[in-house]
């Protein structure tokens, strides 16, 4: 792997006081990082997730909770590195030597990729670069959204049109006398990465901008998962795969740590993009 070094970013987190105001509080932290060099000068930054155990899925008393979001259960995460931001539309041509995104911008999220082009875009990067690459495991990707928090939100238990790019025009959570959470601006397009804070662990667009693929094809809830942060595979490769984080059309309920939504592999759209991982040496 390259060189590692130490990067800054900024945190926020959302505190709620006397049921009435929120409030956005801010700290400096440091993440590990890499950069890892591609054509033309383009680079794709990783940030490494150091392992460790969490509890996957939601509580049933979280607002907007789904049955495929349960049961909760303990999965061990092994240390791996994931993309500091989803799959930018510069990177993918780097790599894919095209850009199939519907709103352009060089520094975009890639979207109107299906799920066999996310892989395809791994093995390319993975060839070029002599590494690993894949999707996140469905299991990785909770891991690192959530990075320590516990909360609807890696934020807190609620979100704002500051925090990321969704469909602000309806809020969440129970914030009195506002009612449920706070609106705010829906810019009905993606944003350029990095637009908002990072969690815990350094990385960007985890809520919102757009969905993303992972490896694991989906289930209609946890019971049988793996546990030891694996992808949770059948023998039929053609069945729908899982999609995470929620997207700039998708409403707040949709863009929690816990949300699932899937997808067939072969679907593409202007909602869904993917950022890449790979194993720690």
């Given at each position: 792997?390259?060189?590692?070094?130490?990067?800054?970013?900024e945190?926020?987190?959302?505190r709620?006081?006397?049921?009435?105001?929120?409030?956005?509080?801010r700290?400096?932290?440091?993440?590990?990082?890499?950069?890892v060099?591609?054509a033309g000068?383009?680079?794709?930054?990783?940030?490494k997730?150091v392992?460790?155990?969490?509890?996957?899925?939601?509580p049933?008393g979280?607002?907007?909770?789904s049955?495929?979001?349960?049961?909760?259960?303990?999965v061990q995460i092994?240390?791996?590195?994931?993309?500091?931001?989803?799959?930018t539309?510069?990177?993918y041509?780097a790599?894919?030597?095209?850009?199939?995104?519907?709103?352009?911008?060089?520094?975009?999220p890639v979207?109107?990729?299906?799920?066999?082009e996310?892989m395809?875009?791994?093995?390319?990067?993975?060839?070029?670069?002599g590494?690993?690459f894949?999707?996140?495991?469905?299991a990785?990707?909770?891991?690192?959204?959530?990075?320590?928090?516990?909360?609807p939100?890696?934020?807190?238990?609620?979100?704002?049109?500051?925090?990321?790019n969704?469909?602000?025009?309806?809020?969440?959570?129970?914030?009195?006398?506002?009612?449920?959470?706070?609106?705010?601006?829906?810019?009905?397009?993606?944003?350029e990465?990095?637009?908002?804070p990072?969690?815990?662990?350094?990385?960007?667009?985890?809520?919102?901008?757009?969905w993303?693929?992972?490896?694991?094809?989906?289930?209609?809830n946890?019971?049988?998962?793996?546990?030891?942060?694996?992808?949770?595979?059948?023998?039929?490769?053609?069945?729908p795969?899982v999609?995470?984080?929620g997207?700039?059309?998708?409403?707040a309920?949709?863009?929690?740590?816990?949300?699932?939504?899937?997808?067939?592999p072969?679907?593409k759209?202007?909602?869904?993009?993917?950022?890449?991982?790979?194993?720690?040496?």
């Amino acid at each position: 792997m390259e060189r590692v070094k130490s990067c800054e970013f900024e945190v926020v987190n959302v505190r709620i006081e006397n049921a009435a105001t929120i409030v956005l509080q801010r700290e400096k932290k440091v993440a590990e990082c890499v950069e890892v060099p591609l054509a033309g000068g383009v680079s794709l930054p990783l940030v490494k997730i150091v392992g460790g155990s969490f509890l996957m899925g939601t509580p049933t008393g979280e607002i907007g909770r789904s049955p495929d979001e349960g049961p909760q259960h303990l999965v061990q995460i092994r240390t791996f590195y994931l993309g500091k931001y989803p799959v930018t539309q510069s990177q993918y041509r780097a790599v894919m030597g095209k850009n199939p995104s519907f709103f352009q911008g060089e520094n975009r999220p890639v979207e109107n990729v299906s799920w066999y082009e996310a892989m395809e875009f791994c093995h390319r990067l993975s060839e070029m670069t002599g590494r690993d690459f894949r999707l996140p495991t469905e299991a990785e990707w909770e891991y690192a959204c959530r990075a320590g928090t516990t909360d609807p939100f890696c934020f807190g238990g609620t979100i704002t049109s500051e925090l990321a790019n969704y469909k602000a025009t309806y809020g969440y959570g129970q914030v009195e006398p506002l009612g449920a959470g706070v609106g705010g601006q829906w810019r009905q397009e993606t944003t350029e990465v990095g637009s908002f804070p990072a969690n815990n662990f350094g990385l960007y667009d985890m809520h919102g901008n757009v969905w993303e693929w992972c490896l694991d094809h989906w289930h209609e809830n946890y019971e049988g998962a793996p546990t030891d942060g694996s992808p949770w595979l059948e023998k039929e490769e053609e069945l729908p795969r899982v999609i995470r984080g929620g997207s700039w059309s998708d409403t707040a309920y949709y863009c929690r740590s816990g949300v699932r939504l899937f997808a067939l592999p072969d679907f593409k759209g202007q909602l869904i993009g993917f950022r890449v991982a790979c194993d720690y040496e």
